[in-house]
């Protein structure tokens, strides 16, 4: 009799997003054989506060492995790696024990806004640093802490002033995938990558990337409450015991270091090549590629960060709210309450009745804050330009188009950082399961947009290649075939035409407005 065949190689990719967890089991080869959702909820605090539970992340990864394994038969001795790609920009205060001592602070958090200003100031100013202080974050850090305090700086230094005995009691403040690595392998670790926006790690040195003494002083964090940096794409160890029996999966797993989502983002679009980029449309969004060399574009909130590619920069930016500008008017403005909010289906299918530029209607979608290309976190989002022919399909169209002019702003920017322009586009997230969606940014943005296939997968997917490579099972240039492409949409020049003019005045209401949303958002 013949040997039975042996099983293909699998990873567990975790994607810890802010609304929900995306798990997915992954040949080592790239393809996705089996996923499970798990939502969480966002606690909003006032003040700019929003918070959550950790403990809720663990037992959805928990639940989701389990569930995933059952539906798709794959025998666990199979998996021979984890991997966890994670919401970017959060803060876990931990005991000693790994425990949480209070809900996770998130990067939509901006109660550390005071905090940031006092830290940054000195003399002589400009921007709103001290010159000596934003000269030496530059020089060694490729950026400096945002004014908007969403930072994990900015939530460390507000746990410490406002919440004091949470901070005494706090033996490490850990990123959200760094918790997750924790109660996969037991050891309190962070990687080049991630640790960047605490803004206390020289990354001069792409293959040293450590914390630096003076960024420290400067910063008033403390160097034992952060955990040791390891580079990009570590392999952490095996899974803890008690790991290892929640999940039902054998304790020689072994566990890689993962990455935040942008950097996985990359990866899971295979956009690793210099220059090849990757838009992604989320609950936020970014426009990224890697780079060769390290650089800062402090007026526009962009620079050349540690990527989870060993060894590589990733042209860092965010756009603070995308998707979920129409999460929140698909729920919050189309439904009456107590009703059943319209399936999105429905949604882009009225969009797709209104022509190209939704007869005028711009909608800004900056609905808390915005980081990239400005720092604003008082500026607020709305509709512009509404008439009596305003119909709900011009609203939700409207959303659609400001999302993609808000990229397309950013596309500015990136364009000028990179001194050459894009390619073909790779695009990433919830928002590019929608054809009209990739449509509209084609047509936007003047290029060429790759729709990834199964993009929402695409964080889970770039953890598991990472792994695939860490352990030896792929090399990053095989990463870029590994990432299927379900179409291209070419632009429409007649559509481009309409939407010209539309871009313009959607900068023109950003810079006509900011002072109106500063006084009324004053405090808030």
């Not at 960047?196 to 001069?204: E, M, Q």
């Not at 008690?242 to 950097?263: F, H, N």
């Not at 709210?321 to 009225?350: H, K, M, N, Q, W």
């Not at 075939?481 to 070419?490: E, L, S």
């Amino acid at each position: 009799m013949s040997a039975p065949a042996q099983a293909a190689p699998h990873v567990l990719a975790i994607d810890l997003g802010t609304s929900g967890l995306k798990l997915a089991l992954v040949t080592t080869e790239g393809r996705i054989v089996g996923r499970a959702v798990e939502p969480f909820a966002i606690h909003v605090v006032p003040g700019g506060g929003a918070e959550q539970d950790p403990d809720a992340w663990w037992g959805g990864v928990v639940r989701a492995t389990r569930r995933v394994l059952h539906e798709t038969g794959v025998d666990p001795r199979s998996v021979v790696g984890a991997a966890c790609s994670s919401q970017w920009s959060g803060t876990v205060a931990v005991d000693r024990e790994g425990r949480p001592l209070c809900r996770a602070i998130i990067w939509m958090d901006s109660r550390g806004a005071p905090q940031i200003a006092r830290a940054v100031r000195g003399f002589p100013m400009v921007e709103g640093y001290g010159l000596r202080k934003l000269v030496a974050w530059i020089r060694k850090t490729g950026g400096a802490p945002g004014h908007s305090g969403k930072d994990p700086i900015a939530h460390i230094l507000f746990l410490r002033d406002e919440h004091p005995e949470v901070y005494e009691r706090t033996w490490m403040f850990l990123e959200p995938r760094d918790w997750i690595n924790y109660r996969l392998s037991g050891r309190m670790a962070t990687t080049a990558d991630a640790i960047t926006l605490h803004w206390v790690a020289d990354s001069r040195d792409i293959g040293a990337v450590r914390y630096d003494a003076g960024l420290l002083r400067m910063s008033g964090l403390d160097r034992d409450r952060l955990p040791d940096i390891e580079p990009a794409a570590s392999v952490l160890g095996p899974l803890t015991p008690a790991a290892a029996g929640e999940l039902g999966l054998r304790q020689s797993v072994q566990v890689v270091s993962g990455a935040p989502d942008t950097m996985a983002a990359a990866i899971g679009a295979g956009a690793v090549r210099p220059y090849a980029a990757h838009l992604c449309i989320g609950t936020s969004s970014w426009l990224s590629c890697h780079v060769p060399n390290k650089k800062t574009d402090l007026f526009h909130n962009m620079a050349s960060l540690p990527s989870a590619v060993p060894g590589r920069y990733l042209l860092s930016n965010e756009q603070e709210s995308a998707g979920v500008c129409l999460t929140l008017l698909r729920e919050r403005i189309l439904t009456a309450p107590g009703a059943e909010p319209p399936s999105y289906d429905e949604l882009f299918a009225a969009a797709s009745s209104v022509p190209a530029g939704s007869g005028g209607l711009i909608f800004t979608p900056w609905l808390n804050g915005e980081r990239t290309p400005v720092d604003d976190r008082s500026v607020r989002g709305g509709f512009a330009n509404q008439s009596l022919a305003t119909s709900r399909a011009h609203l939700v169209r409207a959303v659609l188009e400001g999302v993609a002019f808000n990229s397309r702003w950013l596309q500015v920017y990136v364009e000028r950082f990179v001194k050459r322009p894009l390619d073909a586009i790779t695009m990433v997230g919830g928002g590019a399961r929608s054809d009209l969606w990739c449509r509209i940014h084609a047509d936007v943005l003047g290029h060429p947009i790759r729709q990834a296939a199964d993009p929402v997968m695409a964080n889970a997917r770039g953890a598991a290649l990472q792994a695939s490579v860490a352990l030896g099972h792929l090399t990053w240039d095989d990463v870029p075939d590994r990432v299927p492409v379900a179409q291209t949409f070419d632009p429409d020049p007649a559509n481009a035409a309409v939407y010209e003019p539309m871009f313009a005045e959607f900068v023109n209401l950003y810079r006509s407005n900011r002072k109106i949303h500063a006084r009324l958002n004053a405090g808030r």
